[in-house]
Each structure stands twice: as structure tokens, then as C-alpha cells.
């Protein structure tokens, strides 16, 4: 299996900047595509950004500009880098990751972090 592990959030004024990382371990044959997503209460979870093993981004309208997305394939670690963060980026951010497990064959698995709290508020 896999798991995802998420640091770096916390409480900040609006401007401020945060940047979030998600370390994965376990018996990882190979990750794929890995993202963050993000929920806040009384809204379903949407993605933030994505990136391919290869390095291709994607971005939600909301984060285009701010927030900047990359990984360490090495390490197996995404980070979010976010700026000028406003009150409404307050959520709770997941990092989410599609891999290959050592001796599970070719399938492809989905999984998610534990989530960590990001607060923008004054």
C-alpha cells in the first residue's frame, strides 16, 4: 500500500503565503499523476492542481496566478506553493496520488492524504 502524508498547513493573514508538502512511502511501484484537492465545510472536494510524473500542470480557475504546484519524483513529494491567499482558500487540503503497488501488477490506485488545515482569515 501507500500512504500519503501531508505538512505545511496552518492559520494566515490574507496575502500571506503557505506551501504545503505530501511525502509518499510505502510499496510504490510508481506514481503517476499526483494533486491536491481541497474541501471546505458544507462544499464537496475540488481539485486545486495537478501535475504528471512528467511535470504537465493543471489548475482550477481559482488557483491560476497564486498557487504554484511541483514535485520531487526522487522523493516522491508534491508541494503547493500558495500566495496571496484569500479567506475563501480556507479548507482543508488533501494530497491525493495515482500509483502502482509493488507486486499488484499494472493496476492503478488512488489514494489520499489525512488532510491539513489551511485557515486565511485576519
Known amino acids: 500500500q501507500v500512504q500519503l502524508v501531508e505538512s505545511g498547513g496552518g492559520s494566515v493573514q490574507p496575502g500571506g503565503s503557505l506551501r504545503l508538502s505530501c511525502a509518499a512511502s510505502g510499496s510504490i511501484y510508481r506514481i503517476y499523476t499526483m494533486g491536491w484537492y481541497r474541501q471546505a465545510p458544507g462544499k464537496q472536494r475540488e481539485l486545486v492542481a495537478g501535475?504528471?510524473?512528467?511535470?504537465?500542470?493543471n489548475y482550477a480557475d481559482s488557483a491560476k496566478g497564486r498557487f504554484t504546484i511541483s514535485r520531487d519524483n526522487g522523493k516522491n513529494t508534491v508541494y503547493l506553493q500558495m500566495n496571496s491567499l484569500k479567506p475563501e482558500d480556507t479548507a482543508v487540503y488533501y494530497c491525493?496520488?495515482?500509483?502502482?503497488?509493488?507486486?499488484?501488477?499494472?493496476?492503478?490506485?488512488?489514494?489520499w492524504g489525512q488532510g491539513t488545515q489551511v485557515t486565511v482569515s485576519s
Open positions: 501535475i504528471s510524473s512528467g511535470g504537465s500542470t
Open positions: 491525493n496520488a495515482a500509483a502502482q503497488v509493488v507486486d499488484r501488477g499494472r493496476e492503478v490506485y488512488y489514494y
